[in-house]
């Protein structure tokens, strides 16, 4: 980048998923990008911290990430910041830049939503409630996971060995019902603060099935923020429409890192 600087993105998923779930995206960002190096922080009881308890607020939920963060980022040493998070990472990614707007240059939000610009049925589409329900309670992680993906992808080819590999994820941790739910009703609660003092990028897809794009609108809107929407991926963009994405993130970067 024209500073000099190594420019770092956290990278921040969703509901019920972990750094695994990004796939292939942060490397193919790490190659597009000179100079630019992803980190990763899951959420308290998943993925590298599935050992420990689901807190039921976002608030806690960001307080708790960023006493990690701050030990990586003193490891990772000099360098700018940007967040990049998807669905409820997006909310914790808000939140985040609201409380400590310090931390970050920029925010990149994908997919996400808060109670006080969306409807409830907008912000969990009705459509999908009963895959919701048989991936919650199957016992099968691989049937398990090809229910998400037949909710949150459109333009995925072979769901079944995405499936089996990502059934992989949870051969340790398991399916933490419970854990989930505290996510969901994290996210539920989740209200965007009044204004965001730093540069925020959102990205939606237009065919969505989980979440209504116009939540996206919606938070862009408030936000007086940039908005760019895809118009044929689902709701997990960074699997379906990888390269798109990056893209999208390095013009991003290159308009306000540079």
């Known amino acids: 980048m024209g500073s000099g600087l190594t420019q770092h993105f956290l990278f921040i998923r969703g509901l019920a998923r972990d750094r695994r779930h990004w796939h292939v995206m942060p490397e193919l960002l790490e190659n597009s990008i000179s100079g630019a190096e992803v980190h990763f922080v899951d959420f308290p009881g998943f993925g590298t911290e599935f050992d420990r308890n689901s807190p039921c607020t976002i608030k806690e939920i960001v307080e708790d990430m960023r006493t990690r963060w701050l030990t990586l980022k003193t490891e990772a040493c000099v360098g700018q910041w940007s967040i990049v998070a998807i669905s409820l990472g997006g909310m914790a990614a808000l939140e985040w830049a609201s409380r400590y707007p310090g931390d970050f240059q920029s925010a990149i939000v994908i997919n996400s939503s808060a109670r006080d610009f969306s409807p409830f049925y907008y912000r969990f589409r009705p ?132």
């Open 127 to 258: 459509g999908v409630l009963f895959k919701a329900l048989r991936a919650l309670l199957t016992r099968n992680a691989a049937l398990r996971e090809r229910f998400i993906l037949e909710m949150t992808t459109n333009l995925q080819g072979d769901l079944e060995n995405r499936a089996k590999e990502w059934s992989e994820f949870t051969r340790k941790s398991g399916f933490p019902i419970s854990k989930i739910l505290n996510q969901l009703l994290a996210g539920a609660r989740y209200s965007i603060p009044q204004g965001i003092p730093i540069p925020v990028l959102v990205l939606a897809s237009e065919k969505d099935n989980l979440v209504h794009p116009n939540c996206s609108r919606a938070l862009a809107e408030h936000l007086s923020a940039e908005l760019c929407v895809h118009s044929d991926a689902g709701h997990d963009l960074p699997i379906d429409a990888p390269l798109w994405l990056v893209d999208q993130i390095k013009k991003w970067a290159v308009k306000h890192h540079c």
